[in-house]
């Protein structure tokens, strides 16, 4: 009876750490629609523009698209086992001839009780700096990004 006790206690524990690591990614996809809504207001013209941050799952994954040439995807979805969230950059040469698809990941730390982002070298990376990670191979404007 107590070691039954103890493993559902121990699964509602790992329920909610999960939770707050989905909570995590959903704090940097806040970071992402700021950053996407200040780009698009800065660039109105339907080639510069992104389409949208689209939610993928309630929480702890979402889709960056841009439809014009040359399209490009960014999705970023939380592993709940890991800890690690998951990115794939979808791009396209300027030619229109090639598509090159570039996988990443940050990795999710839990300290003092709250989930922190790391780059994989093991150093911290705030949510707006991650955002700037995840935008720049379709944002790739030095300018821009000076003035965050």
């Not at 790992?14 to 800065?42: G, M, P, S, Y």
Request: proline content about 6%; hydrophobic content about 40%.
């Amino acid at each position: 009876m107590a070691e039954t006790r103890n493993l559902e206690m121990d699964q509602q524990a790992a329920i909610e750490k999960q939770a707050q690591a989905a909570a995590a990614v959903d704090q940097l996809e806040t970071a992402v629609r700021d950053d996407v809504a200040r780009w698009n207001e800065l660039n109105p013209s339907y080639r510069r523009r992104l389409d949208e941050v689209k939610k993928l799952m309630p929480s702890g994954a979402f889709r960056v698209c841009k439809s014009s040439f040359p399209p490009a995807a960014i999705d970023v979805v939380l592993d709940p086992e890991s800890f690690c969230v998951n990115v794939e950059t979808t791009t396209m040469d300027p030619e229109g001839r090639e598509q090159f698809i570039v996988e990443n990941h940050f990795i999710l730390a839990l300290e003092k009780g709250e989930f922190r982002l790391t780059r994989q070298a093991g150093d911290a990376i705030s949510f707006v700096g991650a955002s700037r990670a995840l935008l720049e191979p379709i944002i790739p404007s030095p300018s821009f990004w000076a003035r965050r």
